[in-house]
Structures are given as structure tokens and as C-alpha cells.
């Protein structure tokens, strides 16, 4: 029988046995993304300070580029692939009873009823190399760690950055583990955050990584007042 393929994107791993895991991040390789695109200033120096007291706690921090990686167009694909899958699994409750569904959700539902063969194909080949690529870091270090979104948080009353869930969707894309941790307050008082992402299956992993650095930097859960 053949062993797990880390560059054929539909293969999964064997899951991990299950060690006691200390958290601390010593001698604990991990990589810092760099080269991100429209990151806020506060969001970069303020996980730029994170990053150095991992270092200070004892991690091995190694820089690891994604230059090429376009996330926003990596969370369209995989958008495409959701509004697809989702015309056709819900076809029938909505045919049933299309008034339970708002009408922005019809209209995604619509749009992915209707979308050509070759455009969805697409997507799914685009969403297959990111995990490729995502396996090809993890080889080079345990865990990655980036901002949680490239802003802080905005009011309700605002419109959704349009680049708001591009960094989450990353793991979510590539079937890894993930863990946001709080970076602190920005000049406003607004909350920022960094995350963990580890490999497939090291969800463990990565919140060992995400308790010890809580505790290493004690930084408050929430905004004060609240």
C-alpha cells in the first residue's frame, strides 16, 4: 500500500498518537509569514512584538514567505465551491420552502446552480495546489503564525473589509488546524489578533502554542469595560 503523498492534494495523513504536551514554545520551530500584503501598521508592529517574545520564550522563529499567494483569491475560490456545493445540497429545502432562505442566500445559491463546469473546476484545482503549498511550509516549521485579519476590529455599523476573512480562510482552505490568540488593543481601543496554524491533524498542537503564549504575554482577553 502507498504511503501518505504530501503532494497529491486529496491525500489526508495518518492522525498523530496523542503525547502530553507542554505548553511553552521552546525550541518550538516557528515560522513567521512575512511579506504580507495590506496589513494594517498597528496589526504588523504589534505582531511583529508577538514574534519576538515567542522569541524571547525560547521559540526557534524562521521567516517564510507566501510571496505569490494571493489570499483574497483563494477565499473567492473557495467561495465558488461553497455556493456550488450548496445549490445542490440544499436544493430541495429550498425548492420547498424558498421563503426560509434570505434572499442573499438565494441568490447564491442561484449563482451557484448556474455557474459553468470549467469555472468551478478551476476553483477546485487553485483550492488543491493551497494545500500543496500549505504541506510544503509545514515541512520547514511546526507551526506558522500571522495576523488573525489584516485590520482591526470595525464597527457594526461599517462595511465588512473586504479582506477581512482572507487570513482565516487560509487554514480553513488547506484543512489546517488554527487558534486566534489576542494582540492587544490598537491606538482606538479596538481589538487585534494573531493567529496560530499548524499542520493537518496538530490541532493540540496549536493550542498548546496559543495557551503558552497567553501566558507569556498576559494579554488581556477583552477591551477594557467590556
Do not use: C
Not at 105 to 129: D, F, I, Q, S, V
Not at 153 to 177: C, K, L, M, R, Y
Amino acid at each position: 500500500m502507498a504511503a501518505f503523498d504530501a503532494d497529491w492534494p486529496y491525500a489526508r495523513p495518518v492522525p498523530k498518537p496523542f503525547k502530553p504536551l507542554k505548553t511553552d514554545v521552546k525550541n518550538r520551530v516557528i515560522g513567521r509569514v512575512v511579506g504580507l500584503e495590506n496589513v494594517d501598521p498597528e496589526i504588523a508592529a504589534a505582531s511583529e512584538q508577538a514574534v519576538k517574545s515567542l522569541k524571547r520564550a525560547g521559540a526557534k522563529i524562521k521567516d517564510v514567505s507566501l510571496a505569490g499567494f494571493d489570499f483574497g483569491r483563494l477565499r473567492r475560490r473557495a467561495l465558488l465551491a461553497v455556493e456550488a456545493e450548496a445549490s445542490v445540497e440544499l436544493a430541495e429545502p429550498l425548492q420547498k420552502n424558498p421563503e426560509g432562505f434570505s434572499k442573499t442566500l438565494r441568490t447564491l445559491l442561484a449563482y451557484g446552480a448556474n455557474m459553468a463546469g470549467e469555472k468551478l473546476a478551476l476553483a477546485y484545482h487553485e483550492l488543491a495546489k493551497a494545500r500543496v503549498v500549505a504541506r510544503s511550509l509545514f515541512r520547514e516549521v511546526e507551526l506558522l503564525v500571522l495576523p488573525t485579519t489584516p485590520q482591526t476590529a470595525f464597527s457594526h455599523s461599517d462595511e465588512v473589509p473586504v479582506s477581512q476573512a482572507d487570513f482565516t480562510g487560509f487554514a480553513n482552505i488547506v484543512g489546517a488546524p488554527a487558534a486566534s490568540v489576542p494582540l492587544g488593543l490598537s491606538k482606538a481601543g479596538l481589538p487585534m489578533g494573531l493567529q496560530f496554524v499548524g499542520p493537518e491533524w496538530a490541532d493540540a498542537e496549536v493550542l498548546a502554542a496559543a495557551v503558552a503564549y497567553e501566558r507569556i504575554t498576559g494579554v488581556a482577553l477583552r477591551p477594557p469595560g467590556v
